[in-house]
Structures are given as structure tokens and as C-alpha cells.
């Protein structure tokens, strides 16, 4: 008779059957638990996923500006090689050697063996335009230019 009238002072919604699922210790001998700080993780991942991608987006950029300056270096190599081969070409052109495109003053082309420091006193003036080297491609590399050579 005395179970009957026993009355259990817990609440039952207090009390659970798998203690080890609560997020909390359930006694005094249980591990320590301490709850993380979100807006902590969250800020240190967020940190470290700007830094990564900012990284990777300048090794593209790079990338990209290495590709550009390709490009317009052969655009160039196009563009003076047109350039040459509708000059006026007294002699033929060895692979790898050096010449000098100059532009004479009915604005005509011609390439010549002569550098513009090689020029002794002539009653013509040539306008320098650049120093090229024929490639085996057959585009010519631009070895230096004048001011007016801007394609």
C-alpha cells in the first residue's frame, strides 16, 4: 500500500529514458560539455573561404592578364608581318636575323639590312619604324619599335 501512495517529486517531461542524446550533462560524473559559439565558427569559416577564393580569383586574373599580353604580342607579330611583306624587300630574308622596317615619306614601307645608327649623311629621310627579326614561323618578332609604330 505504501507504493500507492507514493508520488515521484520529478516532473515527468524533466525525465528521459536515453540520457545520452541530451545536449547537456545528465549528471555529475558526466564529460563536460560546453556549447560553441556559432557566430565565432561561422566568422573564422567565412574568413577562411574569402581568403582562399580571393587567392584562386588573382591566380585566375594572372592567368588572364599573361593570356592578354600572348595575344596582343602575336596580334603585333600579325599586324608587322602584313606590314613587311607588302614592303618593299630588295633582298631575301634568312630566318633569325635582324632587320629594320622603315617608312619612307610617300608613307611606303621598305625593310633594310641598315640600322638607323648605321645611316651615314643621305639625302632621303626615313622614317624608323621598328627592328624586327623573321621567326620560322615566317611572323616577324618585334624587337624594338619607334613611337609611330602603334598598331
Known sequence: ????????PIDPDKV???PHT????????????????????????LSAME??????????????????????KLQ???VISEIIYQAEIRFEPLINHTYHLYRKEDKSYFLSLIAP????????????FATV???ADHTWEILERSNECDF
Not at 500500500?1 to 515521484?8: A, G, P, R, V, Y
Not at 541530451?22 to 569559416?45: C, F, M, T, V, W
Open 133 to 135: 627579326k623573321l621567326l
Open 76 to 78: 603585333d607579330r600579325k
Open 117 to 128: 645608327s648605321q645611316w651615314g649623311r643621305t639625302k632621303f629621310s626615313y622614317q624608323f
Open 16 to 18: 528521459t529514458e536515453t
Open 51 to 72: 581568403h582562399q577564393t580571393d587567392m584562386q580569383l588573382h591566380q585566375i586574373y594572372e592567368q588572364m592578364h599573361l593570356l592578354a599580353e600572348q595575344a596582343k
Open 22 to 45: 541530451l545536449p547537456y550533462a545528465h549528471h555529475a560524473g558526466s564529460a563536460l560539455i560546453k556549447p560553441e559559439d556559432q557566430g565565432k565558427i561561422k566568422g573564422r569559416a
Open 1 to 8: 500500500m505504501e507504493n500507492k501512495d507514493f508520488q515521484n
